[in-house]
């Protein structure tokens, strides 16, 4: 699976940007996609996911300004990214995962062996 990512560049704060990703390749086992960012000095992060059924979350931090969504038939991911601050600045991942419910089914976990991520974009809020 190859997935390649739009969009990313500089915003002014209180600004919005749109990014999407765009996955090729065999997505058989392929069931949800999503974004991660990694801010300068920081680990990696979660942004948000969307499964192939559509059940999207975003992380709480970002709820109300960020929304993710996603054509699954043209395997496609979308994240609307408003009101922009200055901390918002990062390198945006998008993945590609195939995901499994946890034996006493409380939790989802990824499958090993089918996670996949892009090349990352570069989201920069300044003046």
């Known amino acids: 699976v190859q997935l390649q990512a739009f969009g990313g560049g500089l915003a002014q704060p209180g600004g919005s940007l749109r990014l999407s990703c765009v996955a090729s390749?065999?997505?058989?086992?392929?069931?949800?996609m999503g974004w991660y960012r990694q801010a300068p000095g920081k680990s990696r992060e979660l942004v948000g996911t969307i499964t192939t059924d559509g059940d999207a979350n975003i992380a709480d931090s970002l709820k109300g300004r960020f929304t993710i969504s996603g054509d699954s038939a043209k395997n496609t991911v979308l994240l609307h990214m408003s009101s922009l601050k200055p901390e918002d600045t990062a390198v945006y991942y998008c993945?590609?995962?195939?995901?499994?419910?946890?034996?006493?089914?409380?939790?989802?976990?990824?499958?090993?062996?089918?996670?996949?991520w892009g090349q990352g974009t570069l989201v920069t809020v300044s003046s």
């Open positions: 993945n590609a995962d195939y995901i499994q419910r946890g034996d006493d089914g409380s939790y989802w976990y990824k499958v090993s062996g089918y996670d996949y």
């Open positions: 390749g065999n997505m058989n086992m392929i069931n949800r």
